[in-house]
C-alpha cells in the first residue's frame, strides 16, 4: 500500500488526511503546545481506521505533508528567541521609526507603534557603508565585528543574530563578512542575512522579515530536530515536506535556512487545495473561507490562479516576503464573546484555544466562545460531536452564557447566543470584502468554498450578507487544509531588486533572470526533481515613475529581447488596470522594473489517489425534526436535520446537514445538492432575509 499523509496543525484542533489508491481517511486531534502530540494524534487515528498497525503504517507511507503553526503561533503571541541585530551605523533605530504611525486607524489611541520583536539594547551598529550601486563607500572593520560579535553571544545571551546593512542587497560583501565572522567564533549561533533572505530594496520592510526569521530560528530548529526523530523512531521512511507562505512546498532541509516562509502554512494548503477543487467543479471564480477554532482565513482564486502578493504582512508586521494572499480574522469556533466598555457584546479576536476550550467542552472553560453560541442555538448536536467522540455539556454552557453574558447585556440567553453569531458572521463578510471589493472584485460572481469543522454553519449567512448565491461545502470539509497540503506543488522562490527601464538594455534584465533561474536549477537537483515536473515562472514588480508601490506582472515564456519589450508593457497595463479599473494606468509615464522574482515549481501528481471518488452512505444516517434558533433572524425555527446527507444527496431549506467532524446550515429558501464526488452545493436564494 502507498500512503500519502497531509497534516495541519491548528490551534484547536491537528487535521490529518491518508489517501491511497483505493481509500481515503480522515482524523483530527487536540493540537497540543508542543505541536508533535497533536501530529502523531492524529496520525494514530489514521492508523486505526486504515487498519494497519503502527509498523505498517509508517513503512507505508510515502509521502508526508506538513502545514505547521510553530512560526505562526510564535509570531501571533510574540513569543520569540532572544535575537540579536548588526546593523549600519546611524540605523540602529528603524525598527521604531518604521513608516511612522500611520496605518488604517482614524483612532489616534489605536496608532501604537509595531511591537518589538528585538530589544534596543541588543542592536548593535557597525561602522561600514555600501551606496545605492553596490560601491563600497567605508569598509567593514573586521576586529570591530568581532568585537560586537562577542558582545552579543557573550554579555546579551541573544539566541540568534539578524544582519541587515544598508544597500547590502546590491552588494553583499559586508554581511558575508560577518556571517564569516559568526560562524568562526560561535558555530553553532544561527543567524539570517537580509542579502540571503530577502535581497529587495525598503530597508524597513527587509530588516523586520530578517529579525523574524532569525527571532524563530531557534524554536523551529529544535521542534524539526524533535519531529524528526519521532517520526524515523516510528518508522517513516520519507522526509516530511513543509508547506510555504508562497504557496508550495520544501524539505525541511531548506525549509529551516529560512522558517519565516513557514507562516499560515496551514491555511495555504486549503488555498491550494480549493484551487484543485474549482477545477474539478468548473468554477472560475472561487472564494475560500476556512474557519478553524481560532481563526477565519479567506483567499480568492481567479481562473486557477492564486493572488501571490510581495510585501506580505506576517501577523501585525509589513514584510518584503512574497506570499499568498490570505486575509485573516480573529473569527473562529473557540473566539471569545465578551463585553467592552460600553456595555457592548464583542466577539473575538481573542480565542479559547484547545486548552481549556470551549465551556461546552466542560474542559474548564469559563467564557462563551462562538462554538458555545451553536450548540445554545441548535445548531450543534451536543450527542454527535466528532460523530460523538467528544461529549458536549449543553447545560453548562447555556449556565454560563447566561451568567457571563445575557445577564449583564440584559438579554435572554437564546438572544446573546444569536449576537454572537451575528457579530462573527458580520466580521466574516467584512473579511470576504477586503478580498474582492477591495480589490475591485464583485464578490456575487464567485462562489464560496468553505472549510473547517465551524464554517459550514456560517457560509450560508456570510455568503448572503455579501450577495454570493452559490456556497460548496468539499467532501473534507472538516480538513480540508490537509487534504490541499498533499496536492500543492514544491515551490523554490527567489526574488531581487534589480533596477530596470524599458530605456535600458534587454540583456541586462535577461542576465538577472538567468542568474536566479540557475539557482533554480540547482534547488530542482537538490530536490530530485524530474525533468518532467519542473516548471519556472518569471515575475517583475513594476510600477509607474512617481509611484510609491509595484504590481506584480508574469513576464513571457522565453528569452528577454529587444522585441519582447512591447509584450511587457502591455501585460503590466493589464494587470495594474485589473487591480485599479479600466482606465486607470498612467501609460504616458516611464515604467520602472524594480525586482525580478522566479519561481520554480515542482509539480505534483496525484491523480492516481483514490481522493473521495466513491461516496459511501454511513451506517448512523438518519432524519429526524429539530428546533433552532434561526440563524439569519433570531426567530424559533424547525429544520429538518439529515445526518449522513449521501442517504439522500439532495434536500430543500431550511435543513442541517449532520457528517461526523462536520455541519452545514440550509437556510429557508436554498437547496442542497450531493454531487458524485460527495460535495455539497448549495445554492441560495436571491433575496436576503430580513435580520430585525
Known sequence: MSIHVGIDVGGTFTDAVAITEQTSVRGKSFSTPDVTGGIFGALAVLQERLGLSVDEFFADVDRFVLGNTIVTNAIDQMKFSRVGLITTAGFKDTLRIARSARGEERDPHDLAPYPSVVERKHILEVTERVDARGHIIIPIDLEDIRRQVRDLIENHEVEAIAVCLLWSFRNSDHEDAIAGVIRDLYPDVPFTLSSELTPVYREYERMVTTVLDAAVKPIVANHFQHLEDQLRDAGLRVNPQIMQVHGGFLSVKETVKAPINMFNSGPVGGVAGARVLSTKVGRNKILTADMGGTSLDAAAIIDGELRIVPRARIGEFPTSLTAVEIESIGAGGGSLGWIDGRGLLRVGPRSAGSTPGPVCYARGGKVPTVTDAALVMGLINPDYYLAGSIDLDADLTRSVMKSELAEPLGLGVDETAFGMYRLAASQMANAIRKITVN????????????????????SAAVAMEVGIQEVIVPANAAVFSAWGLM????????VRTTPWTFDDDAAALEASFAELEANAETWFKSESIPDSSRELIREADMKFAGQIFEVTTRLPVGVIEETTKDAMRSQFV???????GKGTAWTESEILLINSRVRALGKTDTDHLAGNAVVTVPADAAQYQRQIVDPLSGSPLEVTVYRGFAAVRHAEGPCILEEADTTVFVPVGATAEMSDLGDVIVTLPTHRHDHS
Open 487 to 494: 496536492h500543492a506543488d514544491a515551490m523554490f522562490s527567489q
Open 439 to 458: 480589490r475591485g472584485h464583485d464578490p456575487r460572481g464567485f462562489s464560496m468554498v468553505n472549510f473547517g469543522g465551524a464554517m459550514g454553519l456560517f
Open 574 to 580: 493589464t494587470d495594474y488596470e485589473a487591480e485599479f
